[in-house]
């Protein structure tokens, strides 16, 4: 096809692009604000002008694009999950559409350099909330601005001003379609087909603008826009650190930093052989410096760049450079490698050919936990996932407090931030900081009569911290986690019940059942049931909440489920790092961890060196502290060959095989066999087998391990 | 060279290095934007002034030493309180379970029970002896953050050792393993705990550098912002450094910020039924009559009623009830409208066993109820 003439390249070349697209956008939707779009499309169907305002108690401003979760909201009350889908593949089909059309290059080899990474990039992120309508409209205005006349007609500006208005209304970032318009109308001037005229030039930006004016936010729209794309004017980059609206560089997500540089650095290079005119290069500058400051504005701002890599057309001689020809087998290849890493994945990613949404998307539990709680007041999530599913439920009782983006433009992000500092750091009471300001948790929960927290399950140390306050856990599989407040009568029952599924799943007969390729609500995992690995995300997730708890046999029993179906090394890793975890709790309780989860917790190969108490102190098994009296009482490990049989069965998911090798009836060995009934939810045998230990002649380090042991088991 | 291709080149190559260097420009000022976020005045990042600075011109700093304030916190290594624990043993509940007290021959302290396979070292002895101190032990948790293991025995100055405040017999009986020696204190408890012990706790991502703290509470503790004060040569007071203009319940709730105060407690906590609310002298005063009715003069001459009214912090508490009652009445006594009708008042009384009596709420431990009201004899009604 590509070697074909060049009237046959370019369809070929689309067919592909096209279907890359599609297949990059075959993912389960996974965005974390994909329910907070829903929940405010449906409050503007209602033709509600404030719908953000209706759904937060701290937001009381109106939005510029107070339509854009109107397509999310249709969409999945139309079609439920599979709406969503549809959606979805149809915004990355559109995106491919919208790339290919804009770059009418006649070189093939340009739209490859250019669309692919674009392609990547676009395709495969945050799809199908409203940033995606940007990026859609980003062109059309485009296309509309780089008029070829001198004058624009008034056809034309009218167009303009009717398209501005939509994209205003329906897309956040009104800031990027002036940008659109300025850039396009700069580029163009430079056309050796078209004549710049400033009063053209002036009349397209005025009616962008004023277009951009015309929603429920007015000329603050443009405000809104600038403090979203550069949130360090207004809030200092450390409060910022972690979160989207930093710093590009400090981004977790390499691949689209690489495949932006990528881009950036094809467009340069294009640039550069055509000579470019300055105002090109500025507008490139411009545009570098919008995607580094922030990573919000990488998406926009990558479909500026393409826009911008092929709209010079200034045909003065080339520089006679050689660049590396393109061929079109290695293109094929390339595309293909680089669409079927991202569609296949690997089972230990989240995301790759699926169908559905993510679990870490599914609202049920929260639905189950909340609803009918007789509890009046607010919501506080730490992220825009627990608020959106609290606005989405639409619980008569409970309205969620806030969300991350409309804390930053309502000037509350730092008072959010410092919230959720005190409480990472169980900071309860009044204390100074060292800017003057008062910190404490308790005075700002009161105020804003905060009846339950939302914390993400992902968020392992607010887990841990909550765990000592008095802040108590309703859930223990909601991928968002509710917390009641102990003093609060009606969290009693709640609470209560969870206290005791948390016996249930560490103590008690509870096994974990891995799902492994089957459909989890919703997300039918389609590399999977083509004989891929199966995705662990979600039992990762679970397990880790788990450890976070110190619930780390109901870990193991959720981890080693995983792998007594496929082996894969980034469980038996968790698992591992949960063990390191356990022997540390055990050694901080007994002054020793027990020799059966010390052998679990060191890594293959290194038993004989866990004899040594090098190794021992740098894995904080032992307490240097301890190592300083003359009581101490140290008894190595002794390699054993069962031992190293029983490790590999338990790394492997079979624990009967693992109980079976350890067939010893010395006292540590009986200790391991009891810890394997409780991960086998073999209660009573484990209570057996640990009175008799109870009752024989252990050692103290022993006898603190079995008598902690048979009192949580008895739940005593 | 070639000069028409020079030509070509120079242009486009002088436009490509200036865009690259806008770009690192623009970039290296919003890196060096970034600045730390603010953290607890405790826990500074820069230490702040030590006490020796503001002896230099303020004499009330030279014997602060010896105040209960600034004794708070002490290393058993240096502090001649040890051997109250040294060689001394306990026997809680029924007697089962004995806490041994011992010292090794670096002149570390360790503390040993039967539950538990191993020793504890005493790192820290908190408390100035005045109502009790208690020794804990740090470690690092699998975070590296810093916790706290509060002992289950303490030292009290007229009986010796006995159970903490907090821990019971009981709790202790049913405990195993760490826990019998003491309560396991999480991060951020530790971290509060020792705060209000001492003047400068610095972090390094959570683990304190026992080695830098400063310990028990001084000058800059209360008068927050002294650095600035030093820098400037005592011509700034930053805001918090002086309590001049502070109104009764600032500053009073200055004090609450480490012994408590009411607005961080629930409805329940706050009544006259709950036994511990006497240990929170800040938190009790500011539900008192006297405290809630109080106008607040313009002059500052005149006496209004807030801690400073009765404490001096920079020296130890009296402990002569006379002292209390003048300052009482201060208000109640002569003839204004606050005069006292009290019956049994004459003008020598004391009022405190009445309106603010000692109340034990620990076989070791009596406070005074600083919730200052009209109490009958049986102290369980108030009218």
Same mark, same amino acid.
């Given at each position: 096809?590509?070697?074909?003439?060049?009237?046959?390249?370019?369809?070929?070349?689309?067919?592909?692009?096209?279907?890359?697209?599609?297949?990059?956008?075959?993912?389960?939707?996974?965005?974390?604000?994909?329910?907070?779009?829903?929940?405010?499309?449906?409050?503007?169907?209602?033709?509600?002008?404030?719908?953000?305002?209706?759904?937060?108690?701290?937001?009381?401003?109106?939005?510029?694009?107070?339509?854009?979760?109107?397509?999310?909201?249709?969409?999945?009350?139309?079609?439920?999950?599979?709406?969503?889908?549809?959606?979805?593949?149809?915004?990355?089909?559109?995106?491919?559409?919208?790339?290919?059309?804009?770059?009418?290059?006649?070189?093939?080899?340009?739209?490859?350099?250019?669309?692919?990474?674009?392609?990547?990039?676009?395709?495969?992120?945050?799809?199908?909330?409203?940033?995606?309508?940007?990026?859609?409209?980003?062109?059309?205005?485009?296309?509309?601005?780089?008029?070829?006349?001198?004058?624009?007609?008034?056809?034309?500006?009218?167009?303009?001003?009717?398209?501005?208005?939509?994209?205003?209304?329906?897309?956040?970032?009104?800031?990027?379609?002036?940008?659109?318009?300025?850039?396009?109308?700069?580029?163009? !001037?430079?056309?050796?087909?078209?004549?710049?005229?400033?009063?053209?030039?002036?009349?397209?930006?005025?009616?962008?603008?004023?277009?951009?004016?015309?929603?429920?936010?007015?000329?603050?729209?443009?405000?809104?826009?600038?403090?979203?794309?550069?949130?360090?004017?207004?809030?200092?980059?450390?409060?910022?650190?972690? *979160?989207?609206?930093?710093?590009?560089?400090?981004?977790?997500?390499?691949?689209?930093?690489?495949?932006?540089?990528?881009?950036?650095?094809?467009?340069?290079?294009?640039?550069?052989?055509?000579?470019?005119?300055?105002? *090109?290069?500025?507008?490139?500058?411009?545009?570098?410096?919008?995607?580094?400051?922030?990573?919000?504005?990488?998406?926009?701002?990558?479909?500026?760049?393409?826009?911008?890599?092929?709209?010079?057309?200034?045909?003065?001689?080339? =520089?006679?450079?050689?660049?590396?020809?393109?061929?079109?087998?290695?293109?094929?290849?390339?595309?293909?490698?680089?669409?079927?890493?991202?569609?296949?994945?690997?089972?230990?990613?989240?995301?790759?050919?699926?169908?559905?949404?993510?679990?870490?998307?599914?609202?049920?539990?929260?639905?189950?936990?909340?609803?009918?709680?007789?509890?009046?007041?607010?919501?506080?999530?730490?992220?825009?996932?627990?608020? !959106?599913?609290?606005?989405?439920?639409?619980?008569?009782?409970?309205?969620?407090?806030?969300?991350?983006?409309?804390?930053?433009?309502?000037?509350?992000?730092?008072?959010?931030?410092?919230?959720?500092?005190?409480?990472?750091?169980?900071?309860?009471?009044?204390?100074?900081?060292?800017? !003057?300001?008062?910190?404490?948790?308790? #005075?700002?929960?009161?105020?804003?009569?905060?009846?339950?927290?939302?914390?993400?399950?992902?968020?392992?140390?607010? =887990?841990?911290?909550?765990?000592?306050? #008095?802040?108590?856990?309703?859930?223990?599989?909601?991928?968002?986690?509710?917390?009641?407040?102990?003093?609060?009568?009606?969290?009693?029952?709640?609470?209560?019940?969870?206290?005791?599924?948390?016996?249930?799943?560490?103590?008690?007969?509870?096994?974990?059942?891995?799902?492994?390729?089957?459909?989890?609500? !919703?997300? *039918?995992?389609?590399?999977?049931?083509?004989?891929?690995?199966?995705?662990?995300?979600?039992?990762?997730?679970?397990?880790?909440?788990?450890?976070?708890?110190?619930?780390?046999?109901?870990?193991?029993?959720?981890?080693?489920?995983?792998?007594?179906?496929?082996?894969?090394?980034?469980?038996?890793?968790?698992?591992?790092?949960?063990?390191?975890?356990?022997?540390?709790?055990?050694?901080?309780?007994?002054?020793?961890?027990?020799?059966?989860?010390?052998?679990?917790?060191?890594?293959?190969?290194?038993?004989?060196?866990?004899? #040594?108490?090098?190794?021992?102190?740098?894995?904080?098994?032992?307490?240097?502290?301890?190592?300083?009296?003359?009581?101490?009482?140290?008894?190595?490990?002794?390699?054993?060959?069962?031992?190293?049989?029983?490790?590999?069965?338990?790394?492997?998911?079979?624990?009967?095989?693992?109980?079976?090798?350890?067939?010893?009836?010395?006292?540590?060995?009986?200790?391991?066999?009891?810890?394997?009934?409780?991960?086998?939810?073999? *209660?009573?045998?484990?209570?057996?087998?640990?009175?008799?230990?109870?009752?024989?002649?252990?050692?103290?380090?022993?006898?603190?391990?079995?008598?902690?042991?048979?009192?949580?088991?008895?739940?005593? | 060279?070639?000069?028409?291709?020079?030509?070509?080149?120079?242009?486009? &190559?002088?436009?490509?290095?200036?865009?690259?260097?806008?770009?690192?420009?623009?970039?290296?000022?919003?890196?060096?934007?970034?600045?730390?976020?603010?953290?607890?005045?405790?826990?500074?990042?820069?230490?702040?002034?030590?006490?020796?600075?503001?002896?230099?011109?303020?004499?009330?700093?030279?014997?602060?030493?010896?105040?209960?304030?600034?004794?708070?916190?002490?290393?058993?290594?240096?502090?001649?309180?040890?051997?109250?624990?040294?060689?001394?043993?306990?026997?809680?509940?029924?007697?089962?379970?004995?806490?041994?007290?011992?010292?090794?021959?670096?002149?570390?302290?360790?503390?040993?029970?039967?539950?538990?396979?191993? +020793?504890?070292?005493?790192?820290?002895?908190?408390?100035?002896?005045?109502?009790?101190?208690?020794?804990?032990?740090?470690? &690092?948790?699998?975070?590296?953050?810093?916790?706290?293991?509060?002992?289950?025995?303490?030292?009290?100055?007229?009986?010796?050792?006995?159970?903490?405040?907090?821990?019971?017999?009981?709790?202790?009986?049913?405990?195993?393993?760490?826990?019998?020696?003491?309560?396991?204190?999480?991060?951020?408890?530790?971290?509060?705990?020792?705060?209000?012990?001492?003047?400068?706790?610095?972090?390094?991502?959570?683990?304190?550098?026992?080695?830098?703290?400063?310990?028990?509470?001084?000058?800059?503790?209360?008068?927050?912002?002294?650095?600035?004060?030093?820098? &400037?040569?005592?011509?700034?007071?930053?805001?918090?450094?002086?309590?001049?203009?502070?109104?009764?319940?600032?500053?009073?709730?200055?004090?609450?910020?480490?012994?408590?105060?009411?607005?961080?407690?629930?409805?329940?906590?706050?009544?006259?039924?709950?036994?511990?609310?006497?240990?929170?002298?800040?938190?009790?005063?500011?539900?008192?009559?006297?405290?809630?009715?109080?106008?607040? +003069?313009?002059?500052?001459?005149?006496?209004?009623?807030?801690?400073?009214?009765?404490?001096?912090?920079?020296?130890?508490?009296?402990?002569?009830?006379?002292?209390?009652?003048?300052?009482?009445?201060?208000?109640?006594?002569?003839?204004?409208?606050?005069?006292?009708?009290?019956?049994?008042?004459?003008?020598?009384?004391?009022?405190? +066993?009445?309106?603010?009596?000692?109340?034990?709420?620990?076989?070791?431990?009596?406070?005074?109820?600083?919730?200052?009201?009209?109490?009958?004899?049986?102290? &369980?009604?108030?009218?």
């Amino acid at each position: 096809m590509l070697i074909a003439g060049p009237s046959r390249q370019i369809p070929a070349f689309g067919c592909l692009m096209i279907g890359a697209a599609a297949l990059l956008g075959l993912q389960p939707v996974f965005a974390e604000s994909l329910w907070w779009h829903v929940a405010r499309g449906r409050e503007a169907l209602t033709f509600n002008l404030l719908p953000s305002a209706s759904l937060l108690n701290a937001d009381v401003a109106a939005e510029a694009d107070w339509l854009s979760g109107v397509p999310t909201a249709l969409a999945f009350d139309l079609g439920g999950l599979h709406g969503l889908m549809l959606l979805q593949l149809l915004i990355a089909v559109s995106i491919a559409v919208m790339l290919i059309r804009a770059v009418d290059d006649e070189h093939t080899g340009l739209k490859a350099w250019l669309i692919l990474p674009a392609l990547l990039l676009l395709c495969n992120r945050s799809l199908p909330v409203p940033a995606s309508l940007t990026l859609l409209a980003i062109p059309l205005v485009w296309n509309i601005a780089r008029d070829q006349q001198r004058e624009p007609t008034s056809a034309r500006l009218v167009q303009l001003f009717v398209v501005c208005v939509i994209a205003a209304n329906l897309a956040p970032g009104v800031l990027w379609f002036l940008a659109a318009v300025a850039i396009a109308g700069i580029v163009r !001037g430079k056309s050796p087909t078209a004549q710049f005229s400033l009063h053209g030039y002036c009349q397209c930006l005025g009616v962008a603008a004023a277009a951009g004016c015309l929603t429920p936010r007015g000329v603050l729209a443009y405000r809104d826009a600038f403090v979203l794309a550069f949130p360090q004017v207004n809030v200092p980059r450390a409060y910022l650190t972690g *979160t989207h609206f930093d710093v590009l560089a400090s981004s977790d997500d390499r691949f689209a930093i690489a495949l932006f540089v990528v881009l950036a650095v094809f467009v340069a290079i294009h640039h550069f052989r055509r000579r470019a005119c300055f105002e *090109t290069w500025a507008c490139f500058s411009v545009l570098q410096f919008c995607a580094w400051s922030c990573a919000g504005n990488l998406l926009p701002v990558t479909v500026l760049l393409v826009l911008l890599g092929t709209a010079d057309r200034t045909s003065v001689s080339k =520089l006679s450079i050689g660049l590396p020809r393109f061929q079109p087998f290695a293109f094929m290849l390339t595309t293909g490698l680089l669409t079927g890493t991202c569609v296949l994945g690997v089972a230990d990613l989240d995301r790759r050919l699926g169908w559905g949404v993510a679990p870490l998307l599914d609202y049920r539990p929260l639905q189950r936990d909340l609803t009918g709680l007789e509890v009046d007041g607010t919501v506080l999530a730490n992220d825009v996932l627990g608020a !959106g599913v609290v606005a989405l439920l639409e619980l008569p009782n409970l309205t969620a407090h806030d969300t991350p983006e409309r804390a930053l433009l309502g000037d509350r992000w730092i008072s959010s931030w410092r919230l959720w500092d005190d409480i990472s750091h169980q900071r309860r009471n009044p204390y100074d900081r060292d800017d !003057g300001t008062t910190g404490g948790w308790w #005075s700002s929960l009161q105020n804003d009569d905060i009846k339950i927290l939302l914390i993400d399950s992902r968020q392992h140390s607010i =887990l841990r911290t909550l765990e000592t306050t #008095s802040w108590r856990m309703l859930s223990l599989d909601s991928p968002v986690i509710p917390y009641g407040f102990s003093g609060e009568p009606a969290m009693a029952k709640p609470i209560l019940e969870c206290w005791d599924a948390r016996w249930m799943v560490n103590y008690g007969p509870w096994q974990y059942d891995f799902p492994g390729a089957a459909v989890v609500w !919703g997300r *039918t995992d389609i590399a999977g049931t083509v004989g891929c690995e199966s995705l662990t995300d979600e039992c990762r997730r679970l397990a880790g909440v788990f450890e976070a708890l110190e619930l780390y046999h109901a870990s193991s029993k959720v981890l080693t489920a995983a792998l007594s179906d496929q082996p894969s090394a980034t469980v038996q890793n968790q698992l591992q790092k949960s063990m390191q975890r356990l022997a540390r709790s055990e050694q901080t309780l007994a002054s020793r961890a027990s020799r059966w989860d010390t052998w679990l917790a060191v890594n293959p190969g290194d038993e004989k060196a866990a004899a #040594s108490r090098s190794l021992m102190l740098k894995l904080g098994f032992l307490s240097k502290r301890v190592l300083g009296t003359s009581q101490l009482h140290f008894e190595p490990l002794a390699p054993s060959d069962n031992w190293q049989t029983a490790r590999s069965y338990y790394f492997d998911g079979r624990l009967d095989l693992a109980m079976k090798a350890l067939d010893s009836n010395n006292f540590a060995t009986v200790f391991a066999r009891a810890q394997l009934q409780i991960v086998l939810g073999q *209660t009573d045998a484990a209570t057996d087998t640990l009175k008799s230990l109870n009752d024989s002649e252990i050692d103290p380090v022993l006898s603190v391990l079995v008598a902690h042991e048979l009192k949580s088991v008895q739940r005593n | 060279m070639n000069s028409s291709l020079y030509s070509a080149t120079r242009r486009p &190559t002088v436009v490509v290095l200036t865009t690259v260097a806008v770009v690192a420009c623009a970039m290296m000022a919003v890196q060096h934007q970034r600045k730390q976020t603010p953290g607890p005045a405790v826990a500074s990042r820069t230490r702040p002034p030590q006490i020796q600075s503001c002896v230099d011109c303020h004499d009330i700093a030279k014997q602060f030493d010896s105040v209960p304030h600034a004794q708070t916190l002490r290393s058993p290594g240096v502090s001649v309180l040890q051997k109250q624990f040294s060689g001394q043993s306990f026997k809680a509940g029924d007697g089962s379970s004995t806490y041994r007290f011992f010292e090794e021959d670096d002149g570390s302290l360790w503390c040993e029970n039967d539950s538990y396979p191993q +020793p504890v070292s005493v790192d820290w002895l908190l408390g100035s002896g005045r109502h009790a101190i208690t020794p804990v032990s740090t470690w &690092t948790n699998s975070a590296g953050q810093t916790e706290l293991l509060e002992l289950a025995v303490s030292w009290y100055p007229e009986q010796g050792l006995g159970l903490t405040l907090g821990q019971s017999a009981e709790t202790l009986q049913d405990a195993i393993g760490i826990d019998r020696l003491g309560k396991r204190l999480s991060h951020g408890e530790s971290l509060e705990c020792l705060g209000c012990h001492s003047t400068w706790l610095p972090l390094d991502e959570g683990r304190v550098r026992f080695h830098e703290v400063d310990p028990g509470v001084t000058c800059n503790r209360c008068h927050t912002g002294a650095a600035r004060h030093v820098e &400037t040569e005592g011509n700034a007071t930053p805001p918090g450094f002086s309590w001049e203009k502070l109104t009764p319940l600032e500053s009073v709730n200055r004090c609450g910020n480490c012994h408590r105060r009411a607005d961080q407690m629930t409805s329940e906590e706050l009544t006259v039924d709950n036994q511990l609310l006497v240990r929170f002298a800040s938190a009790a005063i500011v539900q008192s009559p006297c405290f809630l009715k109080q106008e607040v +003069p313009d002059d500052s001459s005149k006496v209004r009623l807030d801690c400073l009214t009765c404490h001096d912090p920079h020296r130890p508490a009296s402990n002569d009830p006379v002292f209390y009652s003048d300052r009482c009445r201060t208000c109640h006594g002569g003839a204004s409208h606050k005069e006292s009708r009290c019956p049994d008042m004459t003008s020598d009384s004391n009022c405190l +066993p009445c309106h603010m009596p000692k109340v034990e709420i620990h076989p070791n431990l009596s406070f005074t109820d600083h919730w200052i009201r009209i109490r009958d004899l049986d102290l &369980t009604r108030t009218r």
